[in-house]
């Protein structure tokens, strides 16, 4: 196996912080269904390769690859690009930001459901 | 000549926002549920099954007779399925599933049914006093039990019991001394390499 490079992204750019720290607001960042699907399945599991991913979320290679990308950029996923022989390979985990915007979301969903039922 | 439609009709009234919310929780919660397939199956319970069954076939080797040298191995098997549910319930209770949710559901619906016909045959088998097609088709129901379990995890596990298969076939075709050995090949070393694999690549 070649030498692994080093988990990408795993400080958010500085212009992804605002959608992180925007509490109030709902995060439309995870609020697509194939990214909140993709956070969801690395919430559960330490990491999963791009295959896992596509095999587990029914998508498509550029679908997911462009989903993917956007979380990774706003420091939600980190990647870690790898070589097995001669086949590349990119494997995702979640990072801390990513996982306190799941829980944010959660929260926020929990909250609406709340209020509609004591209104 | 065409009709014409409401944009909105009665029978498609707007979603309300609660409903909205409940089908996105819905969404995660199934997702997790999902993904957690991947780690249902125990890495470090692998390993330690491997390990006693590493141990049981060095002691069930030096047995004087057949019937001890099956009462090892059955013992064997009682431990490995205590420690594969330990591992099972640590696993998911890390990860916050319920053991048996549906990715429990499902591998353990795979496992059991080969799993009683092993059972039911070990039994016919040692009435008639002819053990030594035991190792292979313990090795291959074993072996059949995971494929059907990990057909919705990851392709390791299935992988896993295609291997346990293929060292059952050798068990039936080859010579009744390689029993033994091909029993610590798949229970001991598939066990502890997969269990290993699955550690690290799948959270335990």
């Known amino acids: 196996m070649a030498k692994q490079s080093a988990w990408r992204r795993e400080n958010p750019p500085r212009s992804a912080q605002p959608a992180a720290n925007a509490a109030p607001e709902l995060d439309r960042l995870i609020h697509e269904r194939l990214r909140l699907g993709i956070v969801s399945a690395l919430a559960v599991n330490e990491s999963l390769t791009f295959s896992d991913l596509k095999r587990l979320l029914k998508s498509s ?59 | 000549m065409g009709t014409l439609k409401p944009i909105r009709t009665p029978e498609n009234p707007p979603v309300a926002m609660h409903d909205h919310a409940m089908d996105h929780l819905r969404f995660i919660r199934e997702t997790m549920e999902g993904a957690s397939a991947f780690t249902a199956v125990p890495g470090f319970g692998g390993i330690a099954m491997g390990s006693t069954a590493l141990f049981a076939a060095l002691v069930a080797a030096q047995q004087p007779t057949p019937s001890r040298w099956l009462v090892v191995w059955l013992s064997e098997g009682v431990l490995a399925l205590i420690i594969g549910i330990w591992a099972m319930a640590r696993k998911a209770k890390s990860v916050n599933v319920p053991l048996f949710s549906r990715p429990g559901r499902k591998f353990a619906l795979g496992l059991t049914p080969p799993m009683v016909a092993a059972a039911l045959l070990t039994l016919t088998l040692y009435q008639d006093n002819l053990l030594a097609p035991l ?35 050798c068990a039936l075709l080859g010579p009744e001394a390689w029993g033994n050995w091909l029993l610590a090949a798949g229970f001991g070393g598939l066990h502890t390499v997969f269990g290993m694999v699955i550690a690290r690549r799948y959270g335990g």
């Open chain 1, 61 to 119: 290679d550029g679908n997911l690859s462009v989903h993917a990308r956007k979380l990774e950029d706003a420091g939600y996923v980190a990647c870690l690009k790898s070589f097995h022989g001669r086949t590349p390979r990119s494997e995702y985990r979640l990072t801390a930001v990513g996982r306190r915007a799941l829980e944010r979301y959660l929260a926020h969903m929990e909250a609406l459901i709340r209020a509609t039922r004591e209104g």
């Open chain 2, 135 to 169: 190792p292979g088709i313990w090795l291959i129901l074993y072996g059949v039990g995971v494929v059907a379990a990990g057909t919705f995890s990851v392709r390791v596990v299935p992988a896993m019991g295609l291997c346990f298969m293929a060292l059952g076939a």
